[in-house]
């Protein structure tokens, strides 16, 4: 590496095979919390799951990002979908089969999937 250009060029290479887009022009952005708490919870296959699954049915309107502690460690991994025009929904507990059900149900039919929202785990 000889620039600051190629290790961008080899940043942005790498970023689109492994699935995260950051574009801040999406209608629906997902949001997995990626702090050590959420890895040490199984975000990393969550985060894998929710990629996958949106290349494979060519989601292109969703961006998927990562972001450090959330603050609600016990309910880790913690996902937050972004709708434009509607509240956040935050997603707890997740799983890379909940994950599949989040992409089916709520970002492609728009039906929240409640019973694996923060407010539907608050008393388990």
Avoid: W
Avoid at 30 to 49: N, S, Y
Avoid at 60 to 73: E, M, S
Avoid at 83 to 94: I, S
């Amino acid at each position: 590496m000889k620039s600051l250009e190629e290790l961008r060029a080899l940043k942005d290479k790498m970023q689109g095979k492994i699935g995260i887009r950051h574009d801040s022009d999406t209608e629906v952005k997902v949001v997995v919390g990626m702090a050590t708490c959420g890895i040490a919870a199984g975000a990393r296959p969550v985060l894998a799951a929710f990629t996958d699954e949106l290349a494979k049915r060519g989601l292109n309107h969703v961006a998927v990002t990562q972001t450090g502690c959330i603050g609600i460690c016990q309910y880790e991994p913690v996902v937050e979908v972004y709708v434009q025009g509607q509240e956040k929904v935050t997603y707890v507990k997740m799983t890379p089969q909940k994950a599949l059900r989040v992409v089916n149900d709520h970002i492609v039919n728009g039906n929240v999937v409640t019973e694996y929202t923060i407010g539907a785990n608050m008393n388990k």
